[in-house]
């Protein structure tokens, strides 16, 4: 058909004119409809761009928030590993003071024992020669210090005793004769030979024996003379009469 009508057309010799406006309005048409599809186009990229721009701008909120919750969620477990971390080395540490406590403790128990082995071991050893314990010493100390109290309190005691009793039996050898008197006394280094009413000894010994002969010997050289013997206590014991038979 389309051959047809090219046989009709090469067949008609149309004018100029119209072959030109035969070419001219498929060109035009053509020209139109590109046209009309360019705003066609622009307007619907405009419309889509509206459309893009809104769901670019819904996406961007929608990210936003996506990315608000993600980082509450990622600073909550955060906290959360930083609270553990903290609870795990309060933990921890706790059970390294209880440790370095215990450790301790044993230590100081284990010290304490060796210190009473060596000093058992030290005490056993001293024993052994013969060197007294410082509980020994302690005690003998406390002996001594006793003992030395008790001597001084007799101490004190015999020289009252002394003084009382040679007063009154001077006094009456002297009222029986007017001889000299001498007395044998007890005193704090022995035995004192003195003169009645004299404040000094003649002579002290150390035993009664050695005072004895002593005062024989001032009392012979000193006649007619008494010498009276006194006790331990100071009692008068005996009496020896010199040159007046």
Not at 20 to 41: M, Y
Not at 83 to 89: D, H, L, P, Q, S
Not at 101 to 125: H, I, P, T, Y
């Amino acid at each position: 058909m389309a051959k047809k009508k090219l046989k009709k057309k090469t067949a008609t010799k149309p004018s100029s004119k119209s072959g030109i406006n035969q070419f001219a309005d498929p060109v035009l048409d053509s020209a139109r409809d590109i046209w009309r599809a360019g705003l066609g186009a622009l307007a619907m990229a405009q419309k889509e761009s509206g459309k893009v721009m809104e769901q670019g701008t819904a996406l961007f909120d929608k990210l936003v928030a996506e990315g608000a919750r993600l980082e509450e969620e990622g600073r909550k477990a955060t906290d959360d590993s930083v609270a553990r971390v903290r609870k795990g080395a309060a933990g921890v540490r706790d059970d390294i003071e209880s440790r370095l406590g215990a450790a301790r403790k044993q230590a100081e128990d284990r010290w304490d024992k060796l210190e009473s082995v060596f000093e058992q071991r030290v005490a056993r050893a001293m024993a052994g020669l013969g060197v007294p314990s410082a509980d020994d010493l302690n005690r003998l100390s406390a002996q001594v210090e006793r003992l030395g109290r008790q001597v001084a309190e007799l101490a004190e005691q015999r020289q009252a005793a002394a003084k009382a009793a040679a007063k009154p039996a001077a006094k009456a050898v002297a009222k029986k004769s007017g001889d000299a008197v001498y007395h044998l006394v007890p005193s704090d280094d022995g035995w004192a030979v003195r003169a009645e009413g004299s404040k000094s000894d003649l002579s002290v010994h150390g035993t009664k024996r050695e005072g004895l002969e002593a005062a024989r010997g001032v009392a012979q050289a000193h006649e007619p003379s008494r010498l009276v013997v006194h006790k331990t206590d100071g009692t008068i014991q005996t009496s020896y009469h010199y040159g007046d038979d």
